[in-house]
Structure formats: structure tokens, C-alpha cells
């Protein structure tokens, strides 16, 4: 028994049917008895960082309300995308495909295909350019594992026949367009938008185009936003892939994404029928973050206003929010230097996500895994293929200080009798990922499960950072977790 605020008379009710539900955004009702109340663990948004969503939510008129701003409880990625949930109206296997095929061929015993499905959206139509490869000998045995791939800005479809000859199944659709204007079809393969939709034509980058990144901050629904058009197209070609069961086992579907498709790719982590993302450089925080150059080791660090609308779009649309909710693990494979991935921020996705993944990042480089690219296929063939791969965990960096101008990092990797090579780098004070210079250190296996490496710093009073490379005998590179300490404070 207790009181509970009456949002309709503004005033404390004596109740007593006991203790308030907790039920998250997209779990709401749409029939609820207006005034019932709830606590929404999620109801106030994403917010900067993913942990103070929480709000109580009352309903009225079939929505759902704050009480303490009486303004409607922001969307979360589940209750965007889950068909029936709060905020969906969206659902990708609704309409005819109605496949129209470009061309068929058969090259190396590869089997491709190039067509177009309908995508009925919002009133308009969307016709998906599609690629499809697969070994032709396992045509028609509906045994084949599959993923599919989407490409970053700028890009389309590519060839992934190496994937084709080690028995996948690759889906690939076209985002791009007209690029705005550069390209027209038919000289040019592409995902046809109508007049309407013009802009999806890959016209206004959202990482590029600051001003239309700060413009977005008055939003007030999801469905505006050119965002929510390219993650809904991925959904309905997942619909799609799901029908190809003469060739596939569709219950071994992955999703791939390059660059911005990286971003796409954190989107379909929360999709049920997706067994494993990868997520290449893209990694969210862009809006509002890299939109003002906030690097989080600035010094001083300061940050502008956040709006209600920056809240309302990271929460629906920025990858960072996705991870809180994922439904299947992500392997993120960037640079420490991208221009496009966020790296400092990043590591942030995996203390949100409650599904394990993993991480890896090439040294000095910016939009380039050379190297490392064993780790795509291996992840689809341990959750795609079922492949008996055990994959390890990504350790913590431990700072310590040996003594005044020598720093020591330390790891504790997981398996570490597999281990068969670490490489410790080091960084000094510079707060934009983008321009830091890492230097390699001189690297010790102390015998006893652990790593170690000492380098010198000249300001106790700036950050250094440092994480370690760690490579393993199945070739699997996975890196610790990047250590940001400034030397004084420990």
C-alpha cells in the first residue's frame, strides 16, 4: 500500500493494489486503463551514456506518458522495429516481393543472381536491388548458411564469391541510389526510390553534414528521419532471405555491414532471426558526439546542450542505443585512427549489450583491417556454421605506475596457453582518436597467465592510453580493452 501520482488531478492517490509493474517501452500496452501506472525502466530515453532512462510512465488514450514531463515515453529500438510493439508500424513481410529478375549466370560454380523486390513503405514504394551468390552445387539442398551484407556511403554491392567457395549463401542490396544524381539505372544497378523519397538517394551524409545533424535535435518522430528508411530496407530484405529455403538454412543468418552498413549492421543486432552481426568500423555515436568533436579525453572536457530531440534521435537511431538491446553478438573490426568509427566511444556498445561479442582494431590505420580479416569469416563459422571455435573475450587494460615518467599496462587474456603472440601500443595525450600516434612497447609474457609492457610519459598530468593485440593459435586477433588514465590520479 502507498500513494501514486495522479497525472490527471496532479495529486498523490492513496493506493493500495500494492507495488508498480516495471515494464520497458516495448513491452507497453496500447489498451491499458488510463491512469494505470508503470515504472519504465527505459521510458526517459538513451540518453548520453545508457544508464538513467528510467522514468514512472502513465497511459492515456492508448499512449504512454512521463509524469514527470507529461510529454509521450521515447521510443526504444525494440519498440521501433518488433512487429506489434508501442511504437511499430512497420512490418517487413507485408506485401508482395514480387522478385523481378535482372540477370542469372553461372561463373566458376557460382551461381548469381541480380533482381529487384518490392518494399511497400509509409504509403510509397521502395524496389531493393538485390545480389545474390551462392555455390551452385548447393542449390536446392536448403543447407547453406547465409549472411547478408550492406555496404558503407557512397558504395554498393561488391563480390563475395571467397565467402560463395566456402559454402555461404551472400544476400547484398544496394542503399546508395542515385548517389545523388551521379549514378542512373539502368547503366547502373541500384536500389530504385520514388520521386517522393528522392532524398534517400545518399544526398546528405549524416556523419559529413553537421548542419543536418544539429538540425535533427527538434525531431519528434523516428519515421521522418532518412535513418529509419535504411534500417527499415534490411528488414525487408531479411524477409526476403527468408524465403530462399530451397538454398539456405534460415535459421543460420548473419548480417555484415562496412563503414555506414556498420551502423545498419548494429541496427539488425537486435533482430531475432539474425544469428551474429559484424559491424565494420561503423559503431553510432555520431550525432550529437562527433557532431561537436566532444572527444571524451579532452582536458578541460566540456559539452553543449543536450535537447530532448539529440535524446530522442540517439535513442531510435545510433548504434549505441541498439547494443543495449541486442539480441545476437557483434564483432566490431575497425581502425584505432577511423574517420568513421568511433573508437574511443565504442568500447562503450559492449558494457551496454547484454550478448557478449568481440572486438579487434588495426594499429595507425584509419578505414583499414588488413590483416585482421581472418576474424569475419571465422565469426560466421562459429555462430553461422556451428564450427567448434572457441572464441576469447576482449581483457581489461590495467593501469599502474612503476615510477615517476614510466607508466606499466598488464592483461590477463582469456586461454592464455593459446596465445601465440601479444603486442602492447601505447599513446600519449592526444584527445582525437583520429590523429593519435600509437607506439608499439616493448612487450613481456611474465609466465603466469599475464602480460605486461613499461613506457614513459613526460606529463603526469595528461592522458595516456593503451590497449594490447592478441592473436591466438586458431588466428583469431581480438585487442584489451583501451586504458585512458591519467598518471597523477592513480
Not at 536500389?191 to 523519397?197: E, F, I, K, S, W
Not at 531475432?272 to 550525432?287: S, V
Given at each position: 500500500m502507498g500513494y501514486k501520482f495522479n497525472p490527471f488531478t496532479a495529486k498523490l492517490d492513496y493506493a493500495n493494489e500494492g507495488k508498480v509493474s516495471t515494464v520497458a517501452v516495448n513491452n507497453l500496452p496500447s489498451n491499458a486503463q488510463d491512469g494505470t501506472q508503470v515504472f519504465c525502466p527505459d521510458g526517459a530515453g538513451f540518453g548520453k551514456q545508457g544508464n538513467?532512462?528510467?522514468?514512472?510512465?502513465?497511459?492515456?488514450?492508448?499512449?504512454?506518458?512521463?509524469?514527470d514531463t507529461n510529454t509521450e515515453v521515447t521510443p526504444n529500438p525494440l519498440s521501433i522495429w518488433d512487429v506489434g510493439s508501442t511504437f511499430n508500424n512497420y512490418n517487413p513481410n507485408t506485401g508482395a516481393f514480387n522478385k523481378t529478375l535482372i540477370s542469372a549466370s553461372t561463373l566458376n560454380g557460382i551461381y548469381e543472381e541480380n533482381y529487384f523486390i518490392d518494399m511497400p513503405i509509409n504509403g510509397y514504394l521502395i524496389q531493393v536491388y538485390v545480389k545474390y551468390q551462392i555455390k551452385n552445387s548447393l542449390r536446392g539442398l536448403g543447407t547453406a548458411p547465409c549472411f547478408i551484407f550492406t555496404n558503407g556511403w557512397g558504395a554498393s554491392v561488391g563480390d563475395f564469391t571467397n565467402f560463395a567457395n566456402l559454402n555461404y549463401a551472400v544476400v547484398q542490396y544496394d542503399w546508395r541510389g542515385t548517389f545523388n544524381g551521379t549514378y542512373s539505372y539502368?547503366?547502373?544497378?541500384?536500389?530504385?526510390?520514388?520521386?517522393?523519397?528522392?532524398?534517400?538517394n545518399q544526398v546528405t551524409n549524416p556523419n559529413a553534414n553537421y548542419v543536418s545533424q544539429i538540425s535533427v535535435a527538434n525531431i519528434s518522430d523516428v519515421r521522418n528521419q532518412d535513418m529509419y528508411y535504411w534500417y527499415a530496407i534490411p528488414r525487408r530484405v531479411l524477409a526476403y532471405t527468408k524465403t530462399l529455403t530451397a538454398d539456405i538454412?534460415?535459421?543460420?543468418?548473419?548480417?555484415?555491414?562496412?563503414?555506414?552498413?556498420?551502423?545498419?549492421?548494429?541496427?539488425?543486432?537486435?533482430?531475432?532471426?539474425?544469428?551474429?552481426?559484424?559491424?565494420?568500423?561503423?559503431?553510432?555515436?555520431?550525432?550529437?558526439?562527433?557532431t561537436n568533436s566532444l572527444w571524451p579525453y579532452s582536458i578541460p572536457y566540456t559539452e553543449p546542450a543536450f535537447s530532448d530531440g539529440n535524446n530522442y534521435y540517439i535513442s531510435t537511431l545510433e548504434s549505441q542505443a541498439y547494443a543495449k538491446y541486442a539480441r545476437n553478438p557483434v564483432l566490431w573490426m575497425s581502425s584505432t585512427n577511423d574517420f568513421h568509427g568511433q573508437f574511443d566511444r565504442g568500447?562503450?556498445?559492449?558494457?551496454?549489450?547484454?550478448?557478449q561479442g568481440s572486438y579487434a582494431f588495426k594499429v595507425n590505420a584509419s578505414h583499414d583491417i588488413t590483416g585482421f580479416e581472418q576474424n569475419l569469416q571465422l565469426w560466421f563459422d562459429k555462430h553461422l556454421k556451428g564450427t567448434a571455435i572457441t572464441w576469447p573475450t576482449n581483457p581489461n587494460t590495467i593501469p599502474s605506475i612503476v615510477t615517476a615518467g614510466t607508466a606499466k599496462a598488464t592483461i590477463t587474456p582469456s586461454n592464455p596457453a593459446d596465445v601465440t603472440a601479444v603486442q602492447f601500443y601505447y599513446a600519449l595525450v592526444t584527445a582525437d582518436a583520429m590523429s593519435r600516434t600509437w607506439v608499439a612497447a616493448t612487450t613481456t609474457n611474465n609466465g603466469n597467465g599475464t602480460w605486461s609492457a613499461q613506457f614513459t610519459y613526460l606529463d603526469?598530468?595528461?592522458?595516456?592510453?593503451?590497449?594490447?593485440?592478441?592473436t591466438y593459435s586458431s588466428t583469431i586477433i581480438v585487442c584489451s580493452k583501451q586504458a585512458a588514465f591519467i598518471p597523477n590520479n592513480i
Open positions: 538513467a532512462g528510467q522514468t514512472i510512465a502513465y497511459s492515456s488514450g492508448g499512449r504512454w506518458y512521463r509524469t539502368p547503366s547502373t544497378l541500384m536500389t530504385l526510390y520514388p520521386a517522393a523519397l528522392n532524398r534517400l538454412d534460415n535459421t543460420k543468418i548473419g548480417f555484415y555491414g562496412n563503414s555506414w552498413g556498420g551502423q545498419i549492421a548494429y541496427s539488425m543486432a537486435i533482430e531475432p532471426d539474425i544469428k551474429a552481426t559484424i559491424a565494420q568500423y561503423g559503431n553510432g555515436w555520431i550525432h550529437y558526439w562527433k568500447f562503450r556498445n559492449f558494457e551496454l549489450t547484454p550478448v603526469g598530468s595528461k592522458y595516456v592510453f593503451a590497449y594490447a593485440q592478441i
